[in-house]
């Protein structure tokens, strides 16, 4: 009877941590939202890639590249040959995906900081209110920062 008690306790307790770690990134920082002033030295229309890939240049890479080395040698030299293509054929059809992937319009600003520190921001989609030499807010950080005009 102790002996299931404790293997009971065990799985509540364990059961407990798998929850807390588990909520534990769903918590929230309550992080300020970052405002730099600045004013826009530059601005200039650029194409970026969208970073969607699906996988369909790595599977059709793979399948072609299997099919290729199954037609050399024989044994297990053809069984190499086929993984070989295969892993080849992958990595030239991702290659060839990542290339031939769209390219999403993005409008990236150059904007002088109140410190001196030039900040380039891209942003999609395009403000086409803004202007070289328009004083603006950067409003947050890294990818998530955005330009809006200052009133």
């Known amino acids: 009877m102790k002996t299931q008690m404790t293997i009971s306790g065990r799985m509540k307790a364990g059961l407990?941590?798998?929850?807390?770690?588990?909520?534990?990134?769903?918590?929230?920082t309550n992080e300020p939202l970052q405002i730099q002033v600045g004013k826009i030295e530059q601005i200039?229309?650029?194409?970026?890639?969208?970073?969607?890939?699906?996988?369909?240049?790595?599977?059709?890479?793979?399948?072609a590249g299997?099919?290729?080395?199954?037609?050399?040698?024989?044994g297990t030299g053809r069984?190499?040959?086929i993984v070989a293509g295969a892993v080849g054929g992958a990595v030239a059809g991702s290659t060839i995906e990542r290339?031939?992937?769209?390219?999403e319009p993005t409008q990236q600003v150059v904007?002088?900081?109140e410190s001196g520190v030039l900040v380039v921001v891209n942003q999609q989609p395009a403000d086409r209110?803004?202007?070289v030499g328009q004083q603006v807010f950067i409003e947050g950080k890294g990818n998530n920062a955005r330009i809006a005009p200052r009133q």
């Open 66 to 74: 299997g099919l290729l080395g199954s037609l050399v040698g024989g």
């Open 99 to 103: 290339n031939y992937n769209d390219k």
């Open 16 to 28: 407990a941590m798998a929850s807390l770690i588990l909520f534990a990134g769903c918590a929230t």
């Open 129 to 131: 209110s803004l202007r």
């Open 111 to 113: 904007v002088r900081v």
């Open 79 to 81: 069984d190499l040959a």
């Open 44 to 63: 200039s229309d650029v194409q970026i890639s969208s970073g969607r890939q699906l996988g369909v240049g790595a599977v059709l890479g793979a399948g």
